[in-house]
């Protein structure tokens, strides 16, 4: 008989096996039921919760103190992001940056979008997963979307120059079985295959004590996207590997909040050219560069080029 997940106590100093953060932005009715689902996870082992709310309008932390008194709680007067908010519960937690993490910080750290809802098991079977294989610095589960396909993001390839021109292109859609055409979301790799990916998804990225020990917290320039693909390369760099794993599934809505925010959308391509240009522009030839840029021109638009024209270095990671 399966052993109930505890909600471990602010003030007990064991080792805690799993530390989920929640960053919230007015999605209180989806909220309500992912947390539904993670407190009745089933499994021997011990975790902690944290609600960041990204300065919501909708009533949603004052939902979660009152429904749920066991999950911790933490409000931002703004709303700095996806990476900012996160980055607030793992400090909580005790992850402070790379070389500076608490005694009592869990064995695992859990990026969990608040529009996702858990089997009972998922979160034991995950641990269990990353405790059998001790290599991985960072796992993800099958995301399953609302009509039952599934999320492509939740096993990816980097977005490299010949990566992403042959995905925005097209090419991949018409070659979806070709390695070296969709590698973006790797269409040719069976959707039930466990595989070493380049990078999961931070709707549910579950990722090592001692990998963010040695690599520190998401890089708060990504406001919102990219910044899972920046730590899971980082994570990569630093000797982990990074894995998905569909023997344990996932519902994830996605986009719930980020539909409500003409922001958030125009985000995408600037994280993609944040990316690019930290991780690969250096290494690019001028001529493919130049392609890149009119590229992400294109999809991005005016407000990408000012930021391409005002920011042109990246800030570094934490």
């Given at each position: 008989m399966a052993i109930c997940g505890t909600i471990a106590s602010m003030t007990e100093q064991a080792?805690?096996?799993?530390?989920?953060?929640?960053v919230n932005w007015n999605t209180c009715e989806l909220l309500r039921r992912c947390l539904q689902t993670v407190l009745a996870s089933e499994g021997a082992f011990t975790y902690r919760v944290v609600l960041v709310d990204n300065a919501s309008t909708d009533g949603s932390a004052e939902m979660?103190?009152?429904?749920?008194?066991?999950?911790?709680?933490?409000?931002?007067?703004?709303?700095?992001?996806?990476?900012?908010?996160?980055?607030?519960?793992?400090?909580?937690?005790g992850y402070h940056g790379a070389g500076h993490v608490?005694?009592?910080?869990?064995?695992?750290?859990?990026?969990?979008?608040?529009?996702?809802e858990v089997p009972p098991t998922s979160l034991y079977e995950m641990l269990r997963y990353m405790d059998a294989h001790p290599e991985i610095g960072a796992a993800g589960p099958k995301?399953?979307?609302?009509?039952?396909?599934?999320?492509?993001?939740?096993?990816?390839?980097?977005?490299?120059?010949?990566?992403?021109?042959?995905?925005?292109?097209?090419?991949?859609?018409?070659?979806?079985?070709?390695p070296r055409f969709a590698r973006y979301n790797m269409t040719f790799v069976d959707e039930d295959q466990e595989i070493?990916?380049?990078s999961v998804v931070g709707a549910y990225m579950q990722v090592r004590r001692e990998a963010i020990?040695?690599?520190?917290?998401?890089?708060?320039?990504?406001f919102m996207y990219g910044e899972d693909l920046d730590w899971a390369y980082r994570i990569k760099q630093a000797g982990w590997k990074v894995f998905y794993h569909p023997q344990v599934t996932v519902k994830?809505?996605?986009?719930?909040?980020?539909?409500?925010?003409?922001?958030?959308?125009?985000?995408?391509?600037r994280a993609m050219w944040l990316f690019y240009q930290k991780h690969y522009q250096a290494k690019t030839p001028a001529w493919l560069d130049q392609l890149v840029k009119l590229g992400l021109l294109l999809k991005g638009g005016r407000s990408l080029w000012q930021e391409m024209r005002q920011?042109?270095?990246?800030?570094?990671?934490p």
């Amino acid at each position: 008989m399966a052993i109930c997940g505890t909600i471990a106590s602010m003030t007990e100093q064991a080792l805690h096996d799993l530390g989920i953060v929640i960053v919230n932005w007015n999605t209180c009715e989806l909220l309500r039921r992912c947390l539904q689902t993670v407190l009745a996870s089933e499994g021997a082992f011990t975790y902690r919760v944290v609600l960041v709310d990204n300065a919501s309008t909708d009533g949603s932390a004052e939902m979660v103190r009152r429904e749920f008194p066991s999950v911790q709680v933490l409000v931002s007067a703004t709303n700095g992001g996806f990476s900012y908010g996160n980055n607030l519960g793992l400090r909580h937690l005790g992850y402070h940056g790379a070389g500076h993490v608490a005694a009592d910080a869990p064995r695992y750290a859990l990026l969990l979008n608040p529009d996702t809802e858990v089997p009972p098991t998922s979160l034991y079977e995950m641990l269990r997963y990353m405790d059998a294989h001790p290599e991985i610095g960072a796992a993800g589960p099958k995301l399953i979307l609302e009509d039952g396909s599934l999320d492509k993001a939740c096993r990816r390839s980097f977005p490299t120059p010949m990566v992403a021109l042959y995905h925005f292109s097209g090419l991949a859609k018409l070659f979806p079985n070709s390695p070296r055409f969709a590698r973006y979301n790797m269409t040719f790799v069976d959707e039930d295959q466990e595989i070493e990916v380049d990078s999961v998804v931070g709707a549910y990225m579950q990722v090592r004590r001692e990998a963010i020990q040695a690599i520190g917290l998401l890089d708060e320039t990504f406001f919102m996207y990219g910044e899972d693909l920046d730590w899971a390369y980082r994570i990569k760099q630093a000797g982990w590997k990074v894995f998905y794993h569909p023997q344990v599934t996932v519902k994830h809505v996605k986009r719930a909040a980020s539909r409500k925010s003409k922001k958030a959308q125009q985000e995408f391509q600037r994280a993609m050219w944040l990316f690019y240009q930290k991780h690969y522009q250096a290494k690019t030839p001028a001529w493919l560069d130049q392609l890149v840029k009119l590229g992400l021109l294109l999809k991005g638009g005016r407000s990408l080029w000012q930021e391409m024209r005002q920011h042109p270095f990246p800030m570094t990671s934490p």
